[in-house]
């Protein structure tokens, strides 16, 4: 496939795509929902219970460089496949597992196909799009984690109530399984595919607007995650709601990035310079996160804020996932440099949460040093993108 794209942008390959985006992030959101029915089944521990939900982050932040570079030998298209596959066989075994370890060798499958799918996806999606659409269909792959969280947030509960966690799980294989037969009806099976050498390895790891864009997708990661993925928590905990409330109000606060991240896709179809799309997203999340955080405002205007918070956000993802195209689309790189992002984007989400909570425990003025916190952390993104070196593109 040549790295200048396709002449025309296959827009069918690009729904198949995002299709495979949403039902592997789908796992992240449905494991969350279920959490609890699962820990009353198994007897699972607080501990054990933190690890099953962090097997997805700790495969991507351990592995996501080499997992990626490997994977460009198989080529993106088929790593999808065998991604959307796994999930399919994690999910439809994990319903009829009844050990607490059963459990867990399957959700080490689904973290094993979410991090294959979210690997080879990026690189095929700049692809399989002309050099007109690319900015834009490469921005628009960040609402993949959005949607699918989110809407497994929402849905799974219901489904859970009206199956059993098992009915949930077959019914989440069941749509894997549609939709790895759209993928390989429509999606390109050897997209990408090269043989993976320490050169391509080596050129992501020396490419500052590579190592640059890496880091700044972790900074955002953490400040998302410390914000409206312990939103949940903090409405039950300060405002006295139920936890299936608070997990509505959780999901749509993580939808609303979704809207943000096609904002930011058109944004820089349109010719808007990244320079200016991720600072302005920054200075959103900045003016919103004290609302936020800090108990003493009304539940309303904390909810409004996080809702801000993340549509703002939304446009950050977008430009860093098409800034990152720009530079090693159709490369030997290419599969490395979203291995990159992707570790870069896992550490954040592990260690982003933990030390946001510690700040605000150990300091007396906690939700105005959380909030300065992360006001630093947005501004070093927004330093990152103004700092990106122009035009440049791996060799």
């Given at each position: 496939?040549?790295?200048?794209?396709?002449?025309?942008?296959?827009?069918?390959?690009?729904?198949?795509?995002?299709?495979?985006?949403?039902?592997?992030?789908?796992?992240?959101?449905?494991?969350?929902?279920?959490?609890?029915?699962?820990?009353?089944?198994?007897?699972?521990?607080?501990?054990?219970?933190?690890?099953?939900?962090?097997?997805?982050?700790?495969?991507?932040?351990?592995?996501?460089?080499?997992?990626?570079?490997?994977?460009?030998?198989?080529?993106?298209?088929?790593?999808?496949?065998?991604?959307?596959?796994?999930?399919?066989?994690?999910?439809?075994?994990?319903?009829?597992?009844?050990?607490?370890?059963?459990?867990?060798?399957?959700?080490?499958?689904?973290?094993?196909?979410?991090?294959?799918?979210?690997?080879?996806?990026?690189?095929?999606?700049?692809?399989?799009?002309?050099?007109?659409?690319?900015?834009?269909?490469?921005?628009?792959?960040?609402?993949?984690?959005?949607?699918?969280?989110?809407?497994?947030?929402?849905?799974?509960?219901?489904?859970?109530?009206?199956w059993g966690w098992r009915g949930a799980?077959?019914?989440?294989?069941?749509?894997?399984?549609?939709?790895?037969?759209?993928?390989?009806?429509?999606?390109?099976?050897?997209?990408g595919r090269g043989r993976a050498t320490?050169?391509?390895?080596?050129?992501?790891?020396?490419?500052?607007?590579?190592?640059?864009?890496?880091?700044?997708?972790?900074?955002?990661?953490?400040?998302?995650?410390?914000?409206v993925g312990l939103l949940p928590a903090?409405?039950?905990?300060?405002?006295?709601?139920?936890?299936?409330?608070?997990?509505?109000?959780?999901?749509?606060?993580?939808?609303?990035?979704?809207?943000?991240?096609?904002?930011?896709?058109?944004?820089?179809?349109?010719?808007?310079?990244?320079?200016?799309?991720?600072?302005?997203?920054?200075?959103?999340?900045?003016?919103?996160?004290?609302?936020?955080?800090?108990?003493?405002?009304?539940?309303?205007?904390?909810?409004?804020?996080?809702?801000?918070?993340?549509?703002?956000?939304?446009?950050?993802?977008?430009?860093?996932?098409?800034?990152?195209?720009?530079?090693?689309?159709?490369?030997?790189?290419?599969?490395?440099?979203?291995?990159?992002?992707?570790?870069?984007?896992?550490?954040?989400?592990?260690?982003?949460?933990?030390?946001?909570?510690?700040?605000?425990?150990?300091?007396?003025?906690?939700?105005?040093?959380?909030?300065?916190?992360?006001?630093?952390?947005?501004?070093?993104?927004?330093?990152?993108?103004?700092?990106?070196?122009?035009?440049?593109?791996?060799?």
């Amino acid at each position: 496939m040549p790295s200048e794209g396709y002449p025309a942008t296959s827009w069918t390959a690009v729904a198949g795509l995002m299709g495979a985006g949403v039902v592997a992030a789908a796992q992240i959101g449905g494991a969350s929902a279920a959490l609890p029915v699962l820990q009353d089944e198994f007897g699972l521990s607080s501990t054990a219970a933190a690890w099953y939900l962090s097997t997805v982050s700790a495969l991507g932040a351990i592995g996501g460089a080499l997992l990626g570079w490997l994977g460009q030998t198989l080529g993106f298209g088929r790593q999808v496949r065998l991604g959307l596959l796994a999930i399919v066989l994690a999910d439809l075994g994990g319903a009829a597992v009844d050990s607490l370890a059963g459990l867990l060798v399957a959700r080490v499958g689904e973290g094993l196909g979410l991090v294959m799918v979210i690997l080879a996806a990026p690189p095929l999606l700049a692809e399989v799009s002309s050099p007109s659409h690319r900015r834009l269909v490469s921005g628009a792959w960040g609402a993949y984690l959005p949607v699918g969280s989110g809407l497994a947030a929402l849905l799974v509960p219901p489904a859970i109530g009206e199956w059993g966690w098992r009915g949930a799980s077959v019914a989440d294989g069941v749509l894997a399984a549609v939709v790895l037969v759209l993928a390989l009806r429509w999606v390109p099976s050897g997209g990408g595919r090269g043989r993976a050498t320490a050169a391509g390895l080596l050129g992501a790891f020396r490419s500052r607007s590579v190592l640059i864009i890496a880091a700044a997708f972790g900074l955002y990661s953490a400040q998302f995650l410390a914000v409206v993925g312990l939103l949940p928590a903090s409405l039950v905990a300060d405002e006295g709601l139920t936890v299936a409330a608070a997990g509505v109000l959780g999901a749509i606060a993580f939808l609303v990035s979704a809207p943000g991240n096609f904002l930011g896709a058109y944004l820089l179809h349109r010719g808007a310079p990244l320079r200016w799309v991720i600072p302005a997203g920054c200075l959103g999340m900045v003016a919103s996160a004290w609302a936020v955080l800090d108990p003493a405002h009304p539940m309303e205007l904390r909810v409004a804020a996080a809702l801000v918070f993340s549509f703002a956000g939304g446009m950050v993802p977008a430009s860093l996932f098409a800034a990152l195209a720009a530079v090693s689309a159709g490369t030997g790189a290419a599969g490395a440099a979203i291995g990159l992002l992707t570790q870069g984007s896992a550490l954040g989400q592990l260690l982003g949460p933990p030390l946001v909570v510690a700040v605000g425990t150990a300091l007396a003025a906690g939700a105005t040093a959380q909030s300065l916190l992360l006001g630093c952390f947005a501004g070093l993104v927004a330093l990152g993108a103004v700092m990106l070196p122009r035009g440049e593109r791996i060799a």
